[in-house]
């Protein structure tokens, strides 16, 4: 006679469970979406103008990140006491977040938020290289034609860039290397840290690199600037808010999805991440083209692919 409520209350769950998870996924989009506008509001401010440096934006995000993290640093260096470990957390934070950080924002000295957003599409791709190339791993045919046809795509945004910047193809090529930096760092911490919480993960990196990230500001005359004139105030700002939301907060709840949904539905956020960028891009004045829009078409086909679950063939 109970069955049916039962039976009920298991269904309500398991609905509730999945709109939880799909709004963690529409958050993560927007989050990272955004964080190119946020990179070129830092750059540039609201007129245009030059406000801080690539370095400077870069180097407040990090030193947000670590800073509203620090609270959690304690207990995490205790979880993670071996010094081999700790080593591989800052090479894990170097090559996926600190790097990336400046070289993104170096990109963005010269092309558009919404070309930053697209490259970023390639990540899952680098992902399968380096797994490729550097662990040996087996990849199905059908993977490398998914990884082809998005190198592919992106060989057709750095044209449309040539074609429409004046030749800015090398720094768009700074945003292709922080996306090759991605795919090492997911690599290394799937055979290294697989063992570590990533939550200890991010707050140990992010924490640790907030010394060069106070000395890159020291350096760069940060602090000699007028801090409290309205553009310096608003540049810093939005990189603090990139750092506190775009780098720390993104990814604990990146994690937290990763717990309850796996891996392969978090993956899926490469896809939106493309269109809210653009999104952005296209409201606050960027051109969009066809051909740009086009090769972004092609680089999530080439992703989509990639990440389809194909069977190895068996040796005889």
Known sequence: MQAAPTTKRVSSFSYTNK???WLIFVVLCLIWGSSFV?????????DGQPVLSAYQVAAIRMLSAGLVLLPLAKPAMARVATASVRWYVLLSGLLGSFFPAFLFC???????????????????LFVLLVATVVYNNRIPTMKWLGIIIGFAGCLLLLFRQQGSSGGNNAYAMFAVLATM?????VNMVKHKLLHISSVDIATLAFVFLTIPS????????????????????LATAAAAVLGVFGTALASILFYMLVKRAGIVFPS????????????????YGEKIVWMQLLALLIIL??????????????KA
Do not use: C, H
């Not at 963005?108 to 490259?119: F, R």
């Not at 106070?214 to 105030?233: D, E, N």
């Open 106 to 124: 170096i990109a963005e000295t010269a092309i558009d938020s919404s070309l930053a957003g697209a490259i970023n599409a390639m990540t899952p």
């Open 268 to 283: 899926l956020v490469t896809y939106g991440i493309p269109f809210v960028a653009i999104g952005w891009g296209i409201y």
């Open 38 to 46: 946020l990179m070129k509001l830092g750059l540039y401010g609201l």
């Open 181 to 185: 930096f991605y795919g090492f760092n």
């Open 19 to 21: 709109m939880v998870n």
């Open 214 to 233: 106070l000395a890159v500001l020291i350096g760069t005359g940060y602090f000699s600037l007028p801090l409290l004139s309205a553009p310096i105030l």
């Open 301 to 314: 086909t080439g992703v989509y692919l990639a990440n389809l679950q194909f069977p190895l063939r068996k």
